[in-house]
């Protein structure tokens, strides 16, 4: 899981996963939006990729050559037409433009360690293209993307803030000192494979053992236990430190403990020089250009901000927000009242920063704001939402396409969108990593596996520790009593 882009191409079978992941009505992240295109042409892109179809639903084709294989390489972020009939198309691993008049998709000249792109927008004579650290805007009629970094100034008096659980997140990956803490985390998980096996050798043998007649296999079984438990003690000692921290931040990753630090921050500490690059470091989501009134809208996992001076001071804050999940923001649109939609993983809410008015947009009733420790998830797990031939449509992670109330009309997913959009092998093993797999079997309490494994690591490596240093009292103790021995036998052999 920490070297996703070197498995970014290959892909799992959805039909040797269990119903849950099965493609059905759009779910799954399947869908993040739609554009049209033409006349009778609508491009409507998201998890499983970019797809061209008409006004009814009814013909689709996949609009992805040029783009990497591998459903992970595939995942739309963003996607969008210029004035002059060009398409972009933001994914994790790099922005892709389709020239008019050309065949396939283009890989743009972007930052090495800056490739994940999170969003698109146009502004007058510009592309704006955000990642998730900086922001670049390029001349809408330039032959190529030319990308120029934009500097974004945080709001005045502010600090380089992070939150507990992003620096939990960096810690329990490593990644908080680079490839280096990658690859210590990599050894760290190797580590745990190992002792798991030795402690269950150790476990079970002795019991085997009792049992065991043949004197040969008997004799191998001791030297087999003896062995594993010398060095299930050395090396569990040695890693004790790393195995500590892995479990203890790993608690706070998942709920219930993910409540307890979702919205706590702390300050970074960092040279004025280097202020604006730490304060939006991996924090940038989405970004509209409000033309009516002028502004640039910046979603961050820090909240929303604005800029009315083209980037050219202090970004500003609103005094009001919607609530958005800790998993981020997926839906940020200008509605025609001027009005804001935004949709997270807490649902959509329609918001008017400038009078403070934040309403359910699906049931149209004001919100409570919440306070203390409470869910980051709200009844509708909103992954995407498009407007086409003036119907509004919302697509639940779990639930798929919804369409507005009233409304008659459907997206009906076809078999051939189900069949190529395989189930990417990093997306399968965070199921794991994150118990989520089991949910079928187990329902909700899968939730509880994460938690309640990390304080049984806790506990193990902890009394794991004590008994290292029991063993090592013993020894030492015994080591004294041998010298202290051999000293008595050599003063009695002068002596005599």
């Not at 090495?112 to 999170?118: A, M």
């Not at 790393?242 to 919205?263: A, E, W």
């Not at 989501?285 to 009315?308: H, N, P, V």
């Not at 086409?388 to 997206?411: C, L, M, P, R, T």
């Amino acid at each position: 899981m920490n070297h996703r882009t070197l498995i970014s191409g290959i892909d799992v079978n959805r039909k040797w996963l269990p119903k849950s992941y099965k493609l059905q009505n759009w779910n799954l992240a399947s869908v993040k939006s739609a554009v049209e295109v033409a006349k009778d042409s609508i491009i409507i892109y998201g998890g499983a990729g970019i797809w061209l179809t008409n006004n009814d639903f009814i013909s689709w084709k996949p609009f992805m050559d040029g783009l990497p294989k591998g459903s992970d390489r595939r995942k739309i972020f963003d996607f969008i037409k210029t004035p002059n009939g060009d398409f972009y198309a933001g994914t994790r691993f790099g922005l892709y433009k389709f020239s008019k008049g050309s065949s396939e998709w283009r890989l743009c000249s972007l930052p090495e360690n800056d490739q994940f792109v999170t969003a698109l927008e146009v502004a007058d004579s510009k592309l704006l293209v955000l990642t998730r650290n900086h922001l670049y805007q390029s001349p809408i009629d330039a032959p190529s993307f030319l990308p120029i970094k934009v500097e974004l100034i945080p709001p005045a008096g502010s600090k380089p803030n992070i939150t507990i659980f992003r620096l939990f997140w960096i810690i329990h990956s490593g990644e908080l000192y680079g490839i280096a803490g990658r690859l210590i985390i990599d050894l760290v998980g190797l580590t745990m494979i190992f002792l798991c096996i030795t402690g269950l050798i150790f476990f079970f043998f002795p019991k085997i053992i009792k049992r065991a007649k043949a004197k040969k296999r008997l004799s191998r079984m001791k030297k087999v236990t003896k062995f594993s438990y010398n060095l299930h003690l050395k090396i569990g000692i040695y890693s004790s430190l790393f195995l500590l921290v892995v479990s203890f931040t790993g608690i706070f990753l998942r709920p219930p403990f993910l409540l307890m630090v979702v919205n706590g921050k702390v300050n970074q500490s960092t040279s004025a020089k280097t202020i604006n690059e730490v304060f939006w470091h991996d924090k940038l989501r989405d970004i509209k250009y409000d033309q009516s009134k002028k502004l640039f809208l910046l979603a961050t996992s820090d909240g929303i901000f604005y800029s009315d001076d083209n980037f050219l001071t202090c970004f500003k804050t609103f005094d009001t927000e919607p609530p958005i999940s800790v998993m981020g923001i997926s839906v940020f649109e200008i509605l025609d009242n001027s009005d804001y939609l935004i949709g997270s993983f807490s649902g959509a809410f329609q918001w008017n920063p400038f009078n403070g008015t934040v309403v359910n947009y699906i049931t149209g009733e004001p919100i409570q704001q919440k306070t203390g420790l409470s869910s980051p998830f709200g009844s509708l797990a909103i992954a995407g939402y498009t407007k086409i031939n003036n119907q509004e449509f919302f697509f639940d992670y779990d639930k798929g396409v919804i369409a507005e109330a009233n409304s008659k009309a459907s997206i009906q997913m076809p078999k051939v969108v189900k069949d190529n959009f395989p189930f990417p092998l990093w997306n399968f093993a965070q199921e794991i990593h994150t118990c989520r797999i089991y949910s079928p079997i187990i329902s909700d309490f899968y939730i509880l596996i994460v938690p309640l494994a990390g304080l049984a690591m806790l506990v193990i490596t902890i009394t794991g520790v004590i008994m290292w240093f029991l063993k090592k009292k013993t020894s030492d103790t015994r080591h004294q009593t041998s010298e202290k021995a051999n000293t008595n036998n050599e003063q009695l052999s002068t002596n005599n």
